[in-house]
């Protein structure tokens, strides 16, 4: 009799509790619906420009009321001039109102009044990953821009912040950008089509599979105006080396491309072969040409040498195998591009029947460009035809492209309403998101594989370093 009585309690118990489980989970499902104005935002301690630019256009789903939490000074002051820019501008005007607090305790006080649900989270990235981790602490869904950790110690963090994230039903997510370039999106497509790419090939580490490498520059415009960085942006201790910025992008890219939808464990599918890292040396005059700062901040002399130049470490390259496929990502910082350059970047994938090629430099006219070149000793009369299958796959879903044929190869041939540019894939990204606060969760394969990426860089710098001091 007791027994069953006890059995029944214990029933009872187990019962309630699936069902506030169940209860639980579907809250968590049912905290955003997607009606207009819902998700709230908060900019917490804005210091990059990828801050402002996740604001360049509205959204019905966010509220035009925008809460910004930042220590006082420079940083929160270029943010807002931004947002205002944005207020202002004559065509396709924003209508954002920023509700600032500035003051020390600026982290405590979001965290204590959360007046947001969304945080988002540009800037100083030394501070970044704690950041991250308490505002998931705080059952907040975090928006990140890359890097979420520029050192071991971070990643070890930011492994703590994805456990919560998950124990908190929130949603962590950083800011990739290069997902929406369409000559990327139509290298993944192609890359997908068997009878015109093959396999992936597995590649050496003198010959990788995968290659992706890019060229940036300090001096740059954004939304029209030169770009005033922050004297910390040349601090690798606080903005990171370029071996864990950039090179985030170009890990993601081929991650995503090389594997869709597949889990990584960077326990078992990463290993890195090598890593190097160089400096890019400033003169004070470009120096003040960024950051209209006359004289370099105390934290920076550590890297003057010949009494005036800084050097910063913004170059690095990393040869590593990815599931057991060779890979090599390579970034470099310039001061400022050629008259009439820009930032160039060159990404191949190479698959036992055909290469697929990106190419952004000068013959580009430093826009991106996408071509498909045939194996050797391909015919080449049986290959153009699969390409014309190949394209009538991708013509579902992107109209009007179309193909030129070069010597050796042929370009894809990509209409301008595709080209949407950097700037506008931010709103892109931030649609996605917002689409996944609706569905209660990312999908599967994203948590692991933003693991694997900082993994891989965090992992890379420790070994350049080891290779420097040599």
Known sequence: ?????????????????????????????MKFTGKDGEVKLMTLDPGHFHAALVQKFMNKQVSPEVYVFAPGGPDVQDHLQRIEGFNSREENPTHWKEIVYTGDDFLTKMIRDKPGNVVVISGNNRKKTEYIKESVAAGIDVLADKPMAIDAEGFRLLEEAFSLAAQKGVLLYDIMTERYEITTVLQKELSQIPELFGELEKGSPDDPAVTKESVHHFYKYVAGKVLKRPAWYFDVQQQGEGIVDVTTHLIDLVQ????????????????ISGARRWPTIITPQQFTGVTRLQKYPDYLHRYIVDDSLLYVYANGEIVYKIKGIWAKVAVEWNYRAPEGGGDTYYSVMKGTKAGLIIRQGKEQNYRPELYVKPVAGTDRSAFAATLQNAMKTINKQYSAITLKKLSGMWQV???????????????????????????????????????AKYYTTTTALQIAKKATLK
């Not at 009585?5 to 579907?26: A, D, K, P, Q, R």
């Not at 869709?260 to 464990?265: A, C, S, T, V």
């Not at 080209?419 to 998101?433: I, P």
């Open 256 to 271: 995503w491309e090389c594997f869709p939808g597949q889990k990584l464990d960077y326990h078992k599918n990463i290993q």
């Open 1 to 29: 009799m007791y027994k069953w009585i006890i059995t029944l309690s214990v029933l009872s118990v187990f019962l309630v509790s699936v069902s506030c489980s169940n209860n639980s989970n579907e809250a968590k499902k």
């Open 413 to 451: 041939i990509i209409p301008q309403k595709y080209r949407l540019g950097h700037e506008a894939h931010f709103g892109q990204m931030l649609a996605k998101y917002l689409n996944y606060l609706v569905q209660g969760k990312l999908p599967d394969w994203e948590v692991p594989n933003m693991l």
